[in-house]
Structures are given as structure tokens and as C-alpha cells.
């Protein structure tokens, strides 16, 4: 159902430290996943995907992995720096269009110095 | 910069105006949305065009009217919103297959 008076997770890191956010999803018939980046003022930014058939994917600093058992998502990021602090949503999506997307709630991450 | 510009970034408007949002992609590519960002729930989708054809409209108010009028461009039409509404619009594109999707800045809509 929907979630009235949405609070957000939240995360605090220190600079340097690695940052791992989650996410569950609940449609298992969803084929891709997608990992974005909200700053202040700005539209989502892409970071990562992933397909349903690889479990791990990795880019330059953050790693997503996909667990289709529990339905589970995750972001990891290495060395977080100041400049990683933001909202961060996960997606999912399927079909015959990827920019149809059912988003999360979000989570911020605030990376302290 | 994404390659989806959308404009303008802020809007303030009257429950009797009618305003249109504008959103543009260089990116070549051949599906646009648009998707609603509320302070209390995550991210919605709107609406979805393929080809510049309407494939999906998440049972959004008629008060909210889209129009595609080539692969490049996306308008949304206002008309009688309500201070619910005010919310921040967000534009988006992408490949209809095996990409992911770009977004604009948004439009930050507030109806007063």
C-alpha cells in the first residue's frame, strides 16, 4: 500500500567509509534495475543497472547486487566522498519499454567529512 | 547536463491558469515520460510515449494533459489544478528497448 507521511531512511557515513543501501521490491516478474542519484534541485541521475540474469554487477566506485530469492537490491559505495551525499532510488522495471519505472521510497545519504 | 531540458525549472500558478510544461531530448531517442515527485510519496509515473503514441496513462486526472507532438518534444497542459498538484514534474527519455532512462531537472510546480 501506499505510505502516507513518507519518512525517509537515512544514512550517515563518514568520508572514506563504504556505504551499502537497500532496497526491496516486490514485483518478481521485473527484469531490470536501475540505481539513481537525486541531489537538491536536480532530476535522478543515472548510476547503475542491472538484468535479472547477472547477479553482481560493478562500476567505477559502486557495486550493485541483485538477490531475485528475497527480492532484494543493493548499492554499494566505495571511498563515499562529500559529493556522494544525496537521495538515492532504486527501480525496477520490465516489458517492452525500461523507462517505465516503478521507483522506491529513496534513501539519503549524507556523507560527513 | 542530461540531455533532457525541461522548462521552466519553476512555476507558480493559480488554480483557475492554464500553463504547459515543456520538456526536450537530444539523445535520439524514441520514448518520453513524465513522472511526479511529491515531498510525501516516492516518484510516479504519469504517462508514457512511444513513437510519440500514448502507450500508458497511470490513471492520471484529466486536468493533466499530455501531448507528444514529435519523438524530441513533450508538453504537459494544466488546467484547474489543485494545491495537491504542486509537486515537482519530472521528464524523462529513453530507448524503447535496453536502456535506461534520462531525466530533466524538473519543474517545480506550485498551485496556489
Known amino acids: 500500500g501506499e505510505s502516507v507521511g513518507l519518512h525517509l531512511p537515512t544514512l550517515s557515513v563518514q568520508e572514506g567509509d563504504n556505504s551499502i543501501i537497500n532496497c526491496a521490491y516486490s514485483?518478481?516478474?521485473?527484469?531490470?534495475f536501475i540505481w539513481y542519484k537525486q541531489e537538491s534541485g536536480k532530476g535522478p541521475q543515472f548510476i547503475i543497472d542491472?538484468?535479472?540474469?547477472?547477479d553482481k554487477r560493478q562500476g567505477q566506485r559502486v557495486t550493485v547486487l541483485l538477490n531475485k530469492t528475497v527480492k532484494h537490491l543493493s548499492l554499494q559505495i566505495a571511498a563515499t566522498q562529500p559529493g556522494d551525499s544525496a537521495v538515492y532510488f532504486c527501480?525496477?522495471?520490465?516489458?517492452?519499454?525500461?523507462?517505465?519505472?516503478?521507483f522506491g521510497q529513496g534513501t539519503i545519504l549524507t556523507v560527513h567529512p | 547536463e542530461t540531455g533532457v531540458t525541461q522548462t521552466p525549472r519553476h512555476l507558480v500558478m493559480g488554480m483557475t491558469n492554464k500553463k504547459s510544461l515543456k520538456c526536450e531530448q537530444h539523445?535520439?531517442?524514441?520514448?518520453m515520460y513524465w513522472y511526479k515527485q511529491s515531498a510525501k510519496k516516492p516518484l510516479e509515473l504519469m504517462f508514457v510515449?512511444?513513437?510519440?503514441?500514448?502507450?500508458e496513462n497511470n490513471s492520471v486526472p484529466s486536468r493533466f494533459s499530455p501531448e507528444c507532438p514529435n519523438s524530441s518534444h513533450l508538453f504537459l497542459h494544466l488546467h484547474t489544478l489543485q494545491p495537491e498538484d504542486s509537486a515537482l514534474y519530472l521528464c524523462?527519455?529513453?530507448?524503447?528497448?535496453?536502456?535506461?532512462?534520462?531525466f530533466g531537472q524538473g519543474t517545480r510546480l506550485t498551485v496556489v
Open positions: 524523462a527519455s529513453s530507448a524503447v528497448s535496453n536502456t535506461e532512462a534520462f
Open positions: 514485483n518478481s516478474a521485473s527484469d531490470y
Open positions: 542491472i538484468r535479472s540474469n547477472m
Open positions: 527501480a525496477e522495471s520490465g516489458g517492452t519499454s525500461y523507462g517505465k519505472l516503478t
Open positions: 539523445l535520439g531517442h524514441n520514448a
Open positions: 510515449y512511444n513513437f510519440k503514441e500514448q502507450t
